[in-house]
T-cell receptor, first 114, second 115 residues
Framework: AQSVTQPDIHITVSEGASLELRCNYS??????LFWYVQSPGQGLQLLLK??????LVQGIKGFEAEFKRSQSSFNLRKPSVHWSDAAEYFC????????????FGKGTRLSVIA | GAVVSQHPSRVICKSGTSVKIECRSL??????MFWYRQFPKQSLMLMAT?????????EQGVEKDKFLINHASLTLSTLTVTSAHPEDSSFYIC???????????FGPGTRLTVL
């Protein structure tokens, strides 16, 4: 069965500092990987996804993620965090791109301080 | 990206009543819709998979007689929480996919509070 681990429950960074959110997955075949962001009381917004090809994926809002098969990881990065990035971030895995359900990690809450 | 709406966005009801939540794909035909539930400070957990014109498939531990799902058209799926109890209070989120859409698009969620 698929599973996703986000080791960090809560991370605090200073505005302008770099950010890396960790995600490890467990899946036998090549996974389809996603990062979503959720603001309080809101739905999910897709930041980026990896299906195949280049292992460094660019997303919206200046985020990127790198797929490392050897480490079963898909860490999310941003070079300079903005106060508006404070939210909950979820990593997810699926068997295929669209028609199979997502398995989510428990999420990482990001706080941004001045 | 494609747009998925949910209605209502927030509902408060008394224990024992039933609540219906609608999930609509506004600009594409959703052959498959997923219903997730998110308890406070928890992740999203899949409740059921809904394919247009067929019965929903429920995840283990989700009571199909309590959470009735209907996917009667390619743009609408409904989740009815029957005889709701306080422990059903949660954030319910749907997602939709289908046709040439190559990913899931999420609705904004429905906050259910059962008193």
């Amino acid at each position: 069965a698929q599973s996703v681990t986000q080791p960090d429950i809560h991370i605090t960074v200073s505005e302008g500092a770099s950010l890396e959110l960790r995600c490890n997955y467990s899946y036998g075949a090549t996974p389809y990987l996603f990062w979503y962001v959720q603001s309080p009381g809101q739905g999910l917004q897709l930041l980026l996804k990896y299906f195949s090809g280049d292992t460094l994926v660019q997303g919206i809002k200046g985020f990127e993620a790198e797929f490392k098969r050897s480490q079963s990881s898909f860490n999310l990065r941003k070079p300079s965090v903005h106060w508006s990035d404070a939210a909950e971030y979820f990593c997810a895995v699926a068997e295929s791109s669209g028609n199979t359900p997502l398995v989510f990690g428990k999420g990482t809450r990001l706080s941004v301080i001045a | 990206g494609a747009v998925v709406s949910q209605h209502p966005s927030r509902v408060i009801c008394k224990s024992g009543t039933s609540v219906k939540i609608e999930c609509r794909s506004l600009d594409f035909q959703a052959t498959t819709m997923f219903w997730y539930r998110q308890f406070p400070k928890q992740s999203l957990m899949l409740m059921a998979t809904s394919n247009e014109g067929s019965k929903a498939t429920y995840e283990q531990g989700v009571e199909k007689d309590k959470f009735l799902i209907n996917h009667a058209s390619l743009t609408l799926s409904t989740l009815t929480v029957t005889s709701a109890h306080p422990e059903d209070s949660s954030f319910y989120i749907c997602s939709a996919t289908g046709g040439e859409v190559n990913e899931q698009f999420f609705g904004p969620g429905t906050r259910l509070t059962v008193l």
